[in-house]
């Protein structure tokens, strides 16, 4: 298994420009999540999905999109990004409530954003 | 607002020596709680979780305490060996419902091994 995977592992964007970062999970697991960290501010919840259909906002939603049409893929998309947006993005995922808590994370995309 | 705190940024310990990381959160919904361990470059990795019924838990030389009345709960390792140095991540879930997954993070701790 490949775990869970992430692309691009960097990205350097100007301001307003969209892109997708892309998730991918090969556990048949029906949660997902993308993170992002910041120094001095641990990671912090964008969007969620509890399964194929279903995604919901985190804490910091604003000026990113999801869809979850696959059990297998979750994409972020940054609609017109701005330099504010500049972190590190990482998409966890798990089984979820009944197998537990413990999610699985990808190991990142370091996004800049001019 | 914090909800998960991880008041020491850094800390420095003696190979050999225990590691004490503490934590302390404020949302008392919050019942299951877990450590995460990050190298630089590459995603956290669960190291081991907590639930709120117990008070202890037990992984090797990993051990979680729970003190929910305090909402405080410290990771000890012992001993500390050099590839323990990394940053290490509490996080908490909010209950047992479906869709109660999501995580909330504090900021990290610091750990450096010294040889």
């Known amino acids: 298994n490949a775990g869970v995977t992430q692309t691009p592992k960097f990205q350097v964007l100007k301001t307003g420009q969209s892109m997708t970062l892309q998730c991918a999970q090969d556990m048949n697991h029906e949660y997902m999540s993308w993170y992002r960290q910041d120094p001095g501010m641990g990671l912090r919840l964008i969007h969620y999905?509890?399964?194929?259909?279903?995604?919901d906002q985190g804490e910091v939603p604003n000026g990113y999109n999801v869809s979850r049409s696959t059990t297998e893929d979750f994409p972020l998309r940054l609609l017109s990004a701005a330099p504010s947006q500049t972190s590190v993005y990482f998409c966890?995922?798990?089984?979820?409530?009944?197998?537990?808590?413990?999610?699985?994370f990808g190991p990142g995309t370091r996004l800049t954003v001019l | 607002d914090q909800q998960v705190k991880q008041n020491s940024p850094s800390l420095s310990v003696q190979e050999g020596r225990i590691s004490i990381l503490n934590c302390d959160y404020t949302?008392?919904?919050?019942?299951?709680f877990l450590w995460y361990k990050k190298y630089p470059a590459e995603g956290p990795t669960f190291l081991i979780s907590?639930?709120?019924?117990?008070d202890k838990n037990e992984d090797g030389r990993f051990t979680v305490f729970l003190n929910k009345s305090a909402k405080h709960l410290s990771l000890h390792i012992v001993p500390s060996q050099p590839g323990d140095s990394a940053v290490y991540f509490c996080?908490?879930?909010?209950?047992?419902?479906?869709?109660?997954?999501?995580?909330?993070f504090g900021t990290g701790t610091r750990l450096t091994i010294i040889p």
């Open positions: 999905s509890v399964g194929a259909g279903i995604t």
């Open positions: 996080a908490a879930s909010g209950g047992t419902n479906f869709g109660n997954e999501k995580l909330t």
């Open positions: 907590i639930s709120s019924i117990k």
């Open positions: 949302n008392s919904m919050f019942d299951y």
């Open positions: 966890a995922s798990s089984y979820g409530v009944v197998g537990g808590y413990e999610q699985f």
